[in-house]
Antibody, heavy 117, light 110 residues
């Protein structure tokens, strides 16, 4: 069965960077795009960007364009999302989601990133 | 700030039907047939309910259905059950590889 397993919770100080991983299993990794979505406490889902796991091509939300980098390692069936220049407003749960034809059909369990001094 | 609008909350009694709307700005819901809906229970990851406006993934109950009219997409839950109490999010493709989510609707089963 499809599984997306994300790395564990992180605590970061303002200005630092965080890198969250998402290891896929149960399907051919390079046949699906991987999206990243975040959710601040009590807030809505917010789309951040995606990576074409086959080509490495990326697309980012304009809101995060300058601070986010999404990559993948096909040898490890793993996608990564790195967010830099963290501020308190970046405290959120970050999700990876397998995507086909614009539907996010399988989600990771989420990774809580807390930004606090 | 979301480009899609949803009601903050919708409620209904067990067995009733409810409908959640998702209104776009013209460059999203109305332009593409790539509207999806997600259900999220507290503390859990979102779950895909509907994709491409009307399609259901295997395993999703046929009590959930989707439709669209102009700039507005809708999710209808029929035969409301206590387990349907959750947050529901619409999502639309908005062109040039961009996605947009709605603000979410909290469904309460009375």
């Amino acid at each position: 069965q499809v599984q997306l397993v994300q790395s564990g919770a992180e605590v970061k100080i303002p200005g630092a960077s965080v890198k969250v991983s998402c290891e896929a299993s149960g399907y051919t990794f390079t046949r699906y795009v991987m999206n990243w979505v975040r959710q601040a406490p009590g807030q809505s889902l917010e789309w951040m960007g995606w990576v074409n796991t086959d080509t490495g091509y990326t697309k980012y939300s304009q809101r995060f364009q300058d601070r986010v980098t999404i990559t993948r390692d096909t040898s490890a069936n793993t996608a990564y999302m790195e967010l830099s220049s963290l501020r308190s407003e970046d405290t959120a749960v970050y999700y990876c989601a397998r995507t086909e034809k614009w539907k996010l059909d399988n989600w990771g369990q989420g990774t809580l990133v807390t930004v606090s001094s | 700030q979301s480009a899609l609008t949803q009601p903050a909350s919708v409620s209904g009694s067990p067995g009733q039907s409810i409908t959640i709307s998702c209104t776009g700005t013209g460059g999203d819901v109305e332009s593409y047939n790539f509207v999806s809906w997600y259900q999220q229970h507290p503390g859990k990851a979102p779950k895909l309910l509907i994709y491409e406006v009307t399609k259901r993934p295997s395993g999703v109950s046929d009590r959930f259905s989707g439709s669209t009219s102009g700039r507005t997409a809708s999710l209808t839950i029929s035969g409301l059950q206590t387990d349907d109490e959750a947050d529901y999010y619409c999502c639309s493709y908005a062109g040039t590889g961009i996605y947009v989510f709605g603000p979410g609707t909290k469904v309460t089963v009375l």
